[in-house]
């Protein structure tokens, strides 16, 4: 089959590799369509290599057919439009996955939009939903406000039943977005202090972080009595000064995650937690995936680019033909 | 009624004060033994005001019978033996506590030992049971192992079925009484570097310090997968620099509670998390309080100086005559 490879001082290129084999629990995808994620810059610069047992190629998440079902798979037939969480493997032609990771593509809805949602949808569920227990009526922050994971995240709130919904982004069309998808009130933080702009409108009780650095202690100063603030990447560095002492006289929770390394069986329990807390608002149209652009698999390379640069807003997605 | 009285540049004294008034879901107890807590060197220095509506003197515990029972307090009565965690005030002969906040004491018990359980079994179960979950099974670690909340938590996590129970303490001595009182291994902080000794014997799921400072970073890298760490003090100092991304890869929770600010249903809701799991323990002895050393509630400045001096293993108490 035909995967995106890395190889040295070369851009990324279509090359020929096995197609996969499946296991008993797993489906082998033909895939329509992968979503890129930055985790996805990282491990093409040697940064995050794949966890041991998947595939070393790049991508988190596809859409597709089925075309092969393992011999204790079921609950899914051959030709079932999927869209799944991958350990690996998304930019290949066909992908192997633990059946725990499918959603059901719901019915109208074409393969791009589809590679859209799993690892933003089961990244918010983790962190926000189950790690952090958020619950209807209380504040929620976001930085980032229109990456892939942003853009669900404010969405994902909004049905939830969040008393308020704040994000950071760092232009005004992004921030016009976050109010679009249903923000209460977005930070353009070139032009203004995020930490006096959530103090302003009484602070948060979880607050999605994946900048790092200065951002920690500021989310620490907006986060309200029995906060929560989870990492999900320290994009600006995981090191920092810290002073915890408004963490203890808060009764804060600072956390973080990744998805990646985690368990099929945990991964097939943070789907359900997606599927039965949000699938019916995606089927719906009340959460809708939000695309920036789609590449043919070919580009591969400039969608890489388009992602370093970062003026996107949603998400970049290679298709196959 | 008699109290310990604060003055600046005296030692503390005896001096006379108005008895306190109950309110309507409060029980004023005639105080026999008050238990010392940090807490009161802090207030004492001015760093730590009693909370809005709590009373100025010091005293977060205190131990006696009930002398007056307001108008909407039901299932207790006048001459009950009990022991209560404070908001302040158990430095007299007199102190109103809300009644969720009392325990009975058990029978055989005296008045000097039950002052030492109250505020110690209330915090290890806000934090170590509540706050982190801590299960069966599971490795526990904590700092000051022979402190006053030290020796109640070793204690707790041998009757809860901890698989194992590490403590810090700074003395041979201190380390012979943790491993008394059910510990699984102890570490002289002044000879041997905990996070090599933690690490070595596989690390902690869950971990309580009050120490701050450089602990935070080595509880971090002795936290197991999905562990998690609560503060209830940071004596060394609540400013550190900090790598957070093991916190990440790790999925940890860096937490902190205190516990005189809650509210009174919230104090309420904990007290009687000790009692369904743990009263029972103290009952049969096999939670047994510690105490170090019973003063005359007259010899206060002696009391807060063995306690700043810091050589003591379990309680100091005040006694009332």
New interface residues.
Partial sequence: MQAVIIEADAPLHLGTVARPQIGESEVLIRVAASGLNRADLLQRAGMYPPPAGASDIMGLECAGEIAEIGAGVTGWQIGDRVCALLAGGGYGEYASVDAGSLLPIPEGMDYISAACLPEAMMTVWANVYD?CSFQPGEAFLIHGGTSGIGVMAIQMARVYGASAIYATAGSDKKCDKIMELGGTRAVNYRREDFETAITAVGGADVILDMV?ADY?QKNISVAKINGRIV????MNG????????P???K????????LR?RSASEKARIRKGVEAGFWSAVQTGQIKPVLDTAFPAAKAEAAHAMMTKGGHIGKIVLEWS
Same sequence: chains 1, 2.
């Fill in positions: 790690r790092g920690v990492n999900i990447a320290y995981p090191k920092m000064e810290l002073n915890l002492l963490l203890m006289l009764r804060l929770v600072l956390t973080g995650t990744t390394a």
